[in-house]
């Protein structure tokens, strides 16, 4: 019998949550997504030293400011990964412009300017943008520029929904971060059918599915392969290495749970200006908790880079 990474590869597009190249080359995935997290941890690994080290002569050649060799790094890390996976790498706009419109525009236009230079097309790069009002706001501009967009730090309907109105092309519900709330809050124990994370990403796949949004769903951020297995069928799931390891070494069989077919129940369609949509944020106290929490913590790994690259930068003069 096939392993079950292999039979959810059949029926879900699978995504690597990882900058680690190598483990890249081992699942196979079809595409990659990055983050400050994950690229600070790969920066500081011997293997991806040489790209640290062409940002930071970049750099100094260039008088950059840290937050520019930051940037350039994340295209280094970016672009080898195009060369690896035949579909889509996931670049992050920062975290602390979360709330600033027009500054999420700007560092989108310039890393996909960046990948355009060293011959990476637009169509294998996805702009991540974090899931607030403004971050919307930004993807609705930039989907209309060709400019596709991946929202992250995703909690809630209501996000699910201001994002479909924006024509995201791609939405990433964060499963386990949910998890984590309710968990900490005391609730539970929890089924993985009733895993709240589990639930929150097939109401939103049933909402897209009934309304005809094709924006895609790609649930992350897993805590176990039971949330894995009770998405099998959502559009794609992007999967930490530890996880597509143990699936590739499963060979039970895998149901699949999700499909477009047969989704019946979902909320009516509707639209969200900016009140409606705050007020829809404020009444979800999870939602709000970890959006912000995320942030912050994208945040801080984004300055412990800039500081890493300053350091870097220091060192060399």
């Known amino acids: 019998m096939p392993t079950k990474l292999e039979q959810l590869r059949a029926m879900t597009t699978v995504v690597s949550d990882t900058g ?3 483990s890249i080359r081992a699942f196979k995935p079809t595409d990659a997504t990055t983050n400050p997290t994950l690229i600070l941890k790969a920066s500081q690994l011997p293997a991806y030293a040489h790209l ?36 889509r790498v996931s670049t992050e706009v920062d975290a602390d412009l979360s709330f600033d419109t027009a500054a999420m525009i700007a560092k989108a236009r ?24 403004e971050g919307v706001q930004a993807a609705s501009v930039l989907q209309k ?11 809630s309907m209501a996000q699910a929904v201001a994002c479909a109105n924006a024509h995201a092309f791609l939405i990433s519900p964060f499963v386990g971060r949910i998890l984590d709330w309710h ?11 009733t895993d709240p994370g589990v639930v929150s990403v097939r109401s939103i796949y049933a909402y897209y599915k009934k309304h005809g949004i094709s924006t895609v769903v790609m649930g992350a951020s897993f805590r176990n392969i039971g949330e894995i297995e009770a998405l099998a069928g959502c559009d794609r799931l992007t999967i930490a290495p530890a996880l597509l390891d143990q699936l590739s070494k499963d060979e039970g069989a895998l149901t699949r749970k999700l ?15 900016e009140k409606h949509f705050r007020w829809q944020m404020n009444e979800d106290p999870m939602a709000t908790d970890k959006l912000a929490e995320g942030i912050r913590a994208f945040a801080k790994d984004l300055g412990s880079l800039r500081n890493l690259v300053s350091a870097r930068l220091a060192a060399a003069a």
């Open 20 to 22: 680690d190249m190598e």
């Open 110 to 133: 310039s890393l996909i300017a960046d990948y355009a230079s060293r011959g990476v097309g637009r169509e294998h790069i996805l702009i991540k943008l974090a899931s607030t009002w």
């Open 183 to 193: 968990v900490k809050n005391g609730e539970g124990p929890f089924t993985s059918e």
């Open 52 to 87: 640290v080290e062409e940002a930071v002569a970049w750099g100094r050649k260039s008088a950059a400011a840290p937050g520019a060799v930051t940037d350039r790094l994340a295209v280094n890390f970016g672009a080898e990964l195009t060369k690896i996976v035949p579909g």
């Open 145 to 155: 520029e060709g400019i596709d967009c991946n929202m992250t730090l995703l909690f």
């Open 259 to 273: 499909s477009p077919g047969d989704v019946k129940d979902a909320p009516a369609g509707t639209t969200l200006d």
